[in-house]
């Protein structure tokens, strides 16, 4: 069964650092999001992609978060200068052209020291 | 109004019972309800979903029902396993959008 990808699995770094967290969504889904989920509290969306533009965003995705598909393959989210409360999980989704269901993957957990 | 307030926070059933999990929100355009189910150091992964236009929707031993004028919804789990013990989140979206999530509830099933 196809399914999403996240790599790192793991990720810890330093405040103020740059990470890049990313995403293989499942092959032939048109829709990317990211969501995040800080530890014991609810699944939290950040922003949504399609058709190489940002769709929807959330408060949180501020000018220190973007998105990029570089390849057909790739979703990535990039956190410019990293803050102590951006420790979080990270999920990447996907959907089809319905929008209907969307696919997460298992999460990449970012410490921010 | 675009909160989705779930309850409760925890719950603990012995094997063989029912798992009762609600749900409620306010927005209106909502259109699309799932549940997730979560384990342990994992992605959420969709267990069943509803629109509004059936107040029942029933998966094997999942089973969702759905009341449009009192905007709630919840899940029940009959006879409950081990295997089903895991952090619950019910969602809500609109025309496909973003999904919001309840806080999640963390289900323990006793063997």
């Known amino acids: 069964e196809p399914e999403v990808t996240q790599t790192p699995s793991h990720q810890v770094t330093q405040m103020g650092q740059e990470v890049i967290l990313r995403c293989v969504p499942i092959?032939?889904?048109?829709?990317f999001y990211w969501y995040r989920q800080i530890l014991g509290q609810k699944v939290e969306f950040l922003v949504s992609?399609?058709?190489?533009?940002?769709?929807?965003k959330s408060e949180i995705f501020d000018d220190q978060f973007s998105v990029e598909r570089p390849d057909g393959s790739n979703f990535t989210l990039k956190i410019r200068s990293t803050k102590l409360e951006d420790s979080a999980m990270y999920f990447c989704?996907?959907?089809?052209?319905?929008?209907?269901?969307?696919?997460f993957g298992p999460g990449t957990r970012l410490l921010v020291l | 109004q675009q909160q989705v307030k779930q309850s409760p926070q925890s719950l603990i059933v012995q094997k063989g019972g029912i798992s009762i999990i609600n749900c409620a929100y306010e927005n209106t355009a909502f259109d699309y309800f799932p549940w997730y189910q979560q384990f342990p150091g994992k992605g959420p992964a969709l267990l069943i979903a509803i629109r509004p236009d059936v107040s029942e929707k029933k998966e094997g031993r999942f089973t969702i029902s759905f009341n449009k004028s009192a905007k709630q919804f919840s899940l029940h789990i009959m006879d409950s396993q081990p295997g089903d013990s895991a952090t619950y989140f019910c969602a809500a979206s609109s025309g496909g959008s973003r999904l919001t999530f309840g806080e999640g509830t963390q289900l323990t099933v006793n063997p």
């Open positions: 092959s032939n889904h048109l829709y």
């Open positions: 989704a996907s959907a089809d052209l319905t929008r209907e269901t969307q696919y």
């Open positions: 992609f399609y058709n190489n533009e940002i769709s929807e």
